[in-house]
């Protein structure tokens, strides 16, 4: 059984599908992830030009149901790793067997909470440089935050922007020395400390622009806008985990963890893929990578280990609703 529906968890569905394993896919609430929220997307291998993130997901839908992946439109509620055949429950009620599970429910990234964000997401307002800084080549951004995400996210948009300016609303970075020093030494950059953003300017007819910022300076509180072309917000993420909390070894944030150059979690027959354990790379390609990753590796699980007691084939047992 995989849940979520992704990148890692179609990918996941394509692989096991093919492999035979008959697996049964819960979509979550977001059916297609989080590329469902974003417009241009230029960096998923294999299209010459730029394909939109809705389209990329229906096509990963389409052919994992093409190869016999069953999809369940539906969130799950509760699993219970304590012993195999986990057991699954979803929101609808419905609750399921599983001798395998590959957990691969994504993560969020944090917002500032701003009405303007949701408008102009995708138009100018990101959380993530390596997503979208290619669309801001010798434009004027603003990266706001102040940990190791901001502090990454900022270097990367140095490599297109023509100016970045980070926005923290303390008067120092909590990012590693190192990444502030190459930070502080660019340029191109300026860091306005003791400064929130407070609301997004910009246009919306034909289409959403962004054109400046309403920034706070915390210590004097005054107001003032502040002309840019764009808006990453690199405040960090949160990983669905809430599922499995207590019962798999999570990091202090939250991931998944896995071991190396593996899908495999504490718990033996539960692998994890995509954003929910990697706080580094969060991408598609990578995503789509450790989901082909976890289907490989629950596959070997399921020849290694003798079905749970009286279970059918493990493959198919997963789509049997019990009590
Ligand atoms: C606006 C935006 C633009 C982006 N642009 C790009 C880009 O251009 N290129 C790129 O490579 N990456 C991009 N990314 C990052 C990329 O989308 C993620 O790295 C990738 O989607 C992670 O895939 P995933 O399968 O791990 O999880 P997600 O895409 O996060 O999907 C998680 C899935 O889990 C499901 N789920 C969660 N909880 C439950 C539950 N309880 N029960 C069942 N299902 C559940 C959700 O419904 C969802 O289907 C972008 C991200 C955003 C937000």
């Given at each position: 059984m995989i849940i979520g529906s992704g990148p890692a968890g179609y990918t996941a569905g394509i692989y096991a599908a093919r492999a035979g394993l008959a697996p049964l896919l819960v979509t979550g609430l977001?059916?297609?992830?989080?590329?469902?929220?974003?417009?241009?997307?230029?960096?998923?291998?294999?299209?010459?030009e730029a394909v939109q993130g809705p389209w990329l997901m229906d096509q990963m839908r389409e052919q994992a149901e093409h190869v016999g992946c069953e999809l369940v439109y539906d969130a799950v509620a509760e699993v219970d790793l304590s012993e195999r055949p986990f057991k699954i429950r979803t929101e609808a009620g419905d609750a399921f067997l599983a001798d395998t599970l590959v957990l691969a429910m994504g993560a969020q990234a944090r917002w500032l909470g701003l009405e303007a964000e949701r408008v102009f997401s995708g138009y100018g307002v990101s959380a993530c440089a390596t997503c979208d800084g290619y669309f801001f080549r010798g434009k004027e951004v603003v990266v706001v935050g102040g940990g190791n995400t901001a502090v990454e996210e900022a270097l990367y948009l140095t490599g297109h922007a023509t100016k970045v300016t980070v926005v923290h609303r303390r008067d120092r970075f909590r990012a590693e020395q190192v990444l502030q020093d190459r930070l502080l030494a660019n340029p191109i950059v300026s860091v306005l400390w003791n400064h929130v953003v407070e609301d997004i300017v910009g246009t919306t007819d034909p289409t959403p622009v962004v054109t400046a910022l309403r920034l706070r300076d915390l210590g004097t509180g005054t107001a003032r806008e502040m002309p840019t072309d764009g808006l990453f917000v690199a405040i960090g993420h949160d990983p669905s985990s809430a599922l499995v909390r207590g019962q798999l070894d999570l990091d202090e944030a939250g991931y998944v963890k896995v071991a190396p150059w593996s899908t495999r979690t504490s718990v033996p027959g539960v692998f994890a893929a995509g954003d929910i354990c990697d706080p580094v790379f969060r991408q598609a390609i990578t995503s789509a990578g450790m989901g082909c990753m976890a289907a490989i590796e629950a596959g070997r699980f399921l020849s290694e280990h003798a079905p749970s007691p009286s279970s059918e084939p493990a493959g198919t047992r997963a789509q049997a609703p019990v009590a």
């Open positions: 977001t059916p297609g992830g989080q590329l469902t929220t974003t417009t241009d997307v230029e960096n998923y291998p294999g299209f010459a």
